[in-house]
């Protein structure tokens, strides 16, 4: 669906105006990471309120994306899926009870996630250069480490999911 509608605006774009210098194909592509951000966080928020979390799903989404924009993670092959599973999650996680005890679990098995896998499967889904991976990994680090100083359920929540997704297996 969001495919679709990209491909629709793009092919449009290109008809009113032939010299925009991208293909259909490169603004497809924007047009679907923007569309899909755009559709997660609408969906997200009003979940989130229907629910009685707004704020929460705010910080959720925040920190989320935060951890995901430095250490990468995996894709789904849709933007559909993609936008499905990230407003469940956006709306669900939330709502999950955790002790203070088990944010400490939580917060450590991201360090361990991140500083193993970070960044991870970003090569084709970012144009940032091979040699700033380190960087990309000591960032993801500080964002975790960071966490645990702010102790907030709802952050520790979110980058713990967001490290599952770096989760890759080795070749």
């Not at 989320?64 to 899926?81: D, I, N, W």
Request: hydrophobic share 55%.
């Amino acid at each position: 669906m969001i495919e679709t509608i990209a491909l629709k605006i793009a092919t449009g774009i290109k008809r009113v105006n032939p010299e925009v210098p991208q293909s259909v194909e490169r603004m497809e592509y924007a047009l679907i990471i923007l569309l899909n951000g755009v559709t997660v966080t609408i969906a997200s928020l009003i979940v989130g309120a229907i629910l009685g979390t707004l704020q929460e799903t705010i910080i959720f989404l925040i920190a989320f994306a935060l951890l995901r924009q430095v250490s990468g993670g995996y894709h789904l092959s849709t933007a559909l899926g993609c936008a499905i599973v990230s407003v469940t999650l956006a709306a669900v996680i939330p709502l999950i009870p955790v002790t203070d005890n088990l944010c400490y679990v939580m917060s450590g098995i991201s360090l361990i996630l991140v500083a193993w896998f970070a960044p991870s499967k970003i090569e084709h889904q970012s144009r940032i250069p091979r040699k700033y991976y380190p960087l990309l990994k000591v960032i993801s680090i500080a964002i975790v480490c960071a966490s645990v100083f702010i102790a907030s359920p709802v952050i520790t929540k979110a980058l713990f999911v967001q490290a599952l997704f770096l989760i890759r297996k080795r070749r």
